[in-house]
């Protein structure tokens, strides 16, 4: 099955920029999308098809995805944007996989 | 605005199973699918199936497919996902999430249920 790779966690200071990266083999080839977990709370769509935002999304929030590497980048990055962040994509005939998640931090 | 309703938490034997819904509504229900993901805890997201509202086509994933039976009513918006000779490590929140309603569907998960925490405990 298709593996996504994410790292365990990100830490940034606020105001800077994070960057969340999902590896996967030719990832570039299919559509990635982006969810933003907190703490007893279900997941919240925040990008979607490799570069779109949801409608109530902040434009903060952008994605790209190319050759083996999808990518979410986080700007102005506030205390409220500390969350679990986890990749998706469809694999196949087999459904959905997710990526581990990524933790992040807001130093 | 789409919303899902899903049912109560729920404690379970090993070897029982378990049956979850989830309500639709503010939204056309046959024209989308419904997914269950689970999130064991301190885990990351786990997609276990999908159903299409359109006409029921479903698909699990392998290591859900002898277990894993997932069914809509169409009268009631609702959808329904039954997991069988339920095991300690089943012990999980159990969501619902909207996608497409074709069996080849890349649309992402737009709405999610607030999640149903099963344990399972001898």
């Known amino acids: 099955s298709y593996v996504l790779t994410q790292p365990p966690s990100v830490s940034v200071a606020p105001g800077q920029t994070a960057t969340i990266t999902c590896g996967g083999d030719n990832i570039g080839s299919r559509s990635v999308h982006w969810y933003q977990q907190k703490p007893g709370q279900a997941p919240v769509l925040v990008v979607h098809?490799?570069?779109d935002r949801p409608s109530g999304i902040p434009e903060r929030f952008s994605g790209s995805n190319s050759d083996s590497t999808a990518t979410l980048t986080i700007s102005r990055v506030d205390p409220g944007d500390e969350a679990d962040y986890y990749c998706?994509?469809?694999?196949?005939?087999?459904?959905?996989?997710f990526g581990a998640g990524t933790v992040l931090s807001v130093l | 605005q789409a919303q899902l309703v899903q049912s109560g938490g729920e404690l379970k034997k090993p070897g029982a199973s378990v049956n979850v819904s989830c309500e639709a509504s503010g939204y056309s229900f046959t024209f989308y699918g419904i997914n269950w993901v689970r999130q064991a805890p301190g885990q990351g997201l786990e997609w276990m199936g999908w159903i299409s509202a359109h006409n029921g086509d479903t698909n699990y994933a392998q290591e859900f497919q002898d277990r894993l039976t997932v069914t809509t009513d169409t009268a009631t918006k609702t959808v329904y996902m039954e997991l069988r000779n339920l095991r300690s490590d089943d012990t999980a929140v159990y969501y619902c999430a909207r996608s497409g309603r074709t069996s080849g569907t890349t649309r992402p998960f737009e709405y999610w249920g607030q999640g149903t925490p099963v344990t399972v405990a001898s």
């Open positions: 098809d490799d570069t």
């Open positions: 998706q994509v469809r694999d196949g005939g087999r459904g959905y996989v």
